[in-house]
């Protein structure tokens, strides 16, 4: 097997080609499907594939295309969700047996938005159970696996999303985001993860985890592509990043406050990883930014506030299933949910008035930063026999902005001397999107992390 380069065309450029009569929707998703179809077995990111629908509606597009009728933003480009979003008349598992027999009565907002905007929806992605639960738990359904190694994990919760786009088996991915659930498996396997504002993309037909914390995330292998899928998700008016020139313009004196404190004081991450930040500070600086350091006080107090509202919330959600079959959780979802119960009314409602003081804290800094800098996770992705690397607490970095609601983006700044990804993330004011991903993009206008891809998607299969 060779690899196939129309896996690793970013949905715009497919786009294009399909306006340009040099690509057929059938082909791009025949070429995506076929991929899947030999590499599932090994890197597990899909739970199910609609191969059949997805040919019928590739077919349909292409007819419509030919007839001068293109749907919209999305006309003709595949894209995939994460198993706790409901597609009409397919089960919603939650990667866990408690939900393997439920069928979803109707699509999900975002799915029902993507296929009015042209997508052709293959298929549903795997996860870490309920979002929340360990790659090690022994299930159903195996874990998703890394593909630059298939011996580490990809991050969580949202694994599938990463792998696939990684593995360039589609180019657009909806995931979740509650502790950084999206932004963790972006940084780990090397693509985009972006965390919009709280409430920005419309929950509805998304099992919830922690309904204050929850947001719908969006997950792809570039900027401008995350920015094309926004366009047709969010519910505001949205001015897409447009070429060089203006992401330079936008970056021209851009007030960047660098975070650093949160993987240097607070957590300590790894050489490699700090490096890897260090460097894409100064090159967004080299970009026209002005960064200054900058301060958001202790990181703990947002992890003990956001693990606080995750156990209640999350347990409240899953209280009548835990009494029902508590043997039907993986040991792992299992102990975190029940955690829940044991925290008291009162330190919940002072979690919620800390959530609140957290969330200024950060405001203000947006006053004098327009963006934010800092890291992801703290160190690459762990090797799956790594119990106590899988299970630590490395979501500090992403919890913060859960907890506060701002938007952050995951985006792949370098790799460790094993070849794994390494991520940085940008966090702006509410609703401003746009300005994240425009940052983003004009960095990866000058860099090429994101265009390296894992051997296994290039057909070199002699290390699986």
């Known amino acids: 097997m060779t690899g196939n380069p ?30 899947i179809a030999a590499e599932n077995s090994t890197l597990c990111a899909f739970l199910d594939v609609y191969r059949d ?6 077919r349909q597009a292409d007819a419509r295309m ?16 994460k198993d706790l979003i409901d597609v009409e008349g397919k089960p919603t598992t939650a990667q866990s047996s408690v939900l393997r027999n439920r069928v979803a009565r109707r699509d999900a907002e975002v799915v029902r938005q993507l296929c009015a905007a042209g997508g052709i929806l293959i298929g549903k992605l795997s996860l870490e159970e309920f979002g929340i639960g360990s790659p090690s738990d022994t299930l159903a359904w195996p874990p998703a696996r890394n593909p630059w190694d298939i011996e580490r994990i990809p991050g969580g919760s949202s694994s599938g ?17 509650t502790a950084g659930s999206v932004r963790n498996p972006a940084a780990m396997c090397g693509v985009i993860g972006l965390k919009p504002t709280y409430e920005l993309i419309s ?56 975070l650093s404190h949160f993987y240097r004081r607070d957590i300590v991450a790894d050489e490699a990883t700090r490096s890897a930040i260090a460097l ?7 970009l026209g930014a002005r960064l200054e350091d900058v301060d958001a006080g202790d990181l703990e107090s947002f992890r003990q506030c956001g693990s606080t ?15 029902q079959s508590p043997e039907r959780y993986g040991a792992r979802c299992r102990e975190v949910l029940l955690n829940g119960a044991s925290i008291s009314a009162q330190a919940y409602v002072d979690a ?17 930063s327009e963006v934010l800098l800092t890291g992801v996770s703290a160190h690459p992705a762990a090797r799956f026999d790594d119990e106590d690397a899988v299970n630590r607490p490395a979501n500090q970095m992403r919890v913060p902005f859960n907890v506060t609601g701002h938007p952050a983006l995951s985006f792949c700044v370098g790799f460790s001397p094993d070849g794994l990804p390494i991520g940085a993330q940008l966090i702006g004011r509410r609703y401003e999107e746009e300005k994240l991903l425009a940052v983003a993009a004009a960095y990866q206008r000058v860099t090429a992390w994101h265009l390296r891809h894992p051997r296994i998607a290039l057909g070199q299969r002699d290390d699986v």
């Not at 030919?66 to 969700?81: I, K």
């Open 6 to 35: 129309l896996r690793f065309l970013s949905a715009t450029e497919a786009q294009k080609l399909m306006a340009a009569k040099e690509l057929s929707a059938l082909e791009y998703v025949v070429a995506l499907l076929d991929g």
């Open 53 to 58: 629908e997805a040919i019928v509606a590739a």
């Open 66 to 81: 030919a007839r001068g009728e293109a749907t919209g933003v999305l006309h003709g480009v595949p894209f995939a969700v």
């Open 161 to 177: 999303c990463g792998v696939a786009l990684a593995a360039g088996q589609v180019p657009l991915t909806i995931g979740s985001d």
């Open 203 to 258: 929950r509805q037909g998304v099992f919830p985890l922690a309904p204050s914390l929850d947001h719908v995330g969006l997950m792809t292998r570039s900027a401008e592509d995350c920015a094309l899928m926004l366009g047709a998700l969010k519910r505001r008016p949205f001015d897409a990043i447009a070429d060089d020139a203006s992401e330079r313009k936008l970056l021209l004196g851009l007030r960047v406050g660098v």
């Open 280 to 286: 894409a500070a100064d090159e967004i600086a080299r």
């Open 309 to 323: 509202l995750l156990r209640v919330e999350a347990y409240a959600v899953h209280r009548d299933f835990l009494a």
């Open 352 to 368: 919620k008035r800390q959530q609140l003081d957290l969330t200024d804290r950060i405001d203000q800094l947006l006053e004098t």
